[in-house]
C-alpha cells in the first residue's frame, strides 16, 4: 500500500528565507504527484503537478522536483513571505489505482515578519 | 469561471439527524470525490465516483452514503451510523487517467454535532 510521508510536520522561518519542504513517498508505480496548499479553514489549492516522466516543475517562486526511483519530492520556496504562511500537503497518484489519490500527513508552514 | 462549489460552509446537525452536503462542479470532469479531514490527520476518502450512477466506497464509508445522478453533482450523506461526524469535508474532481491529469478542491463543508 502506498503511504506517503511529509517532513516536517511543522516549520517557522523568518521572512525572506529560502526553504524546503519534503515528500517521501513508498511505491514508484505513480502516474503524477501534486503539492497543494491549504490556508486555515479553506480547501486546498493546486500548486505544481509533476508527471511521472517529469523531474520538475516550476511556478513563479515555487519549484517542485521529483526522484521517482527513490520516491521523494521537494518544494522550493524561494524568498519566503508572511503570505505564503499555510499548510503544504504532498499527494500521490498511483498506478492502477484509478483516480485516488494518497496524501502526506502536510506540512504547516509559518513565515514571520 | 469554472470551479467545484460546496454548500454550506458551515452545518450543525443534531445527534440521531441525517444531513446532506452539496457538491456542485462546473468542470466537466468525469470523476469526483468526498474526503474528511480531522485536526492534525491526513485527509481520508470518503466515496469516489468515476461516471455517473456509479461511485464507490473509500476507506471510511461506513456512516456516509452518496449519489451521483448528474455529472455535475456528488451529494454526501452524513446518516445516524457516523457515530463521530464532527469534521471538515472537502469534494474534489478530476478528469482523465493520464499524467497529466490533476485534482481540483471545493473550498469545503465544516460539519459540527450539536
Known amino acids: 500500500k502506498q503511504e506517503v510521508t511529509q517532513i516536517p510536520a511543522a516549520l517557522s522561518v523568518p521572512e525572506g528565507e529560502n526553504l524546503v519542504l519534503n515528500c517521501s513517498f513508498t511505491d514508484s508505480a505513480i502516474y503524477n504527484l501534486q503539492w497543494f496548499r491549504q490556508d486555515p479553514g479553506k480547501g486546498l489549492t493546486s500548486l505544481l503537478l509533476i508527471q511521472s516522466s517529469q523531474r520538475e516543475q516550476t511556478s513563479g517562486r515555487l519549484n517542485a522536483s521529483l526522484d521517482k526511483s527513490s520516491g521523494r519530492s521537494t518544494l522550493y520556496i524561494a524568498a519566503s513571505q508572511p503570505g505564503d504562511s499555510a499548510t503544504y500537503l504532498c499527494a500521490v497518484r498511483p498506478l492502477g489505482a484509478g483516480n485516488m489519490l494518497t496524501f502526506g500527513g502536510g506540512t504547516r508552514l509559518m513565515v514571520k515578519p | 469561471d469554472g470551479g467545484i462549489t460546496q454548500s454550506p460552509k458551515y452545518l450543525f446537525r443534531k445527534e440521531g439527524q441525517n444531513v446532506t452536503l452539496s457538491c456542485e462542479q462546473n468542470?466537466?470532469?468525469?470523476?469526483m470525490y468526498w474526503y474528511r479531514q480531522d485536526p492534525g490527520q491526513g485527509l481520508r476518502l470518503i466515496y469516489y465516483?468515476?461516471?455517473?450512477?456509479?461511485?464507490q466506497k473509500g476507506d471510511i464509508a461506513e456512516g456516509y452514503s452518496v449519489s451521483r445522478e448528474k455529472k455535475e453533482s456528488f451529494p454526501l450523506t452524513v446518516t445516524s451510523a457516523q457515530k463521530n461526524p464532527t469534521a471538515f469535508y472537502l469534494c474534489?474532481?478530476?478528469?482523465?487517467?493520464?499524467?497529466?491529469?490533476?485534482?481540483?478542491f471545493g473550498s469545503g463543508t465544516r460539519l459540527t454535532v450539536v
Open positions: 468542470l466537466n470532469h468525469d470523476a
Open positions: 474534489a474532481s478530476s478528469t482523465g487517467q493520464g499524467a497529466g491529469y490533476g485534482y481540483t
Open positions: 465516483s468515476q461516471i455517473v450512477n456509479d461511485f
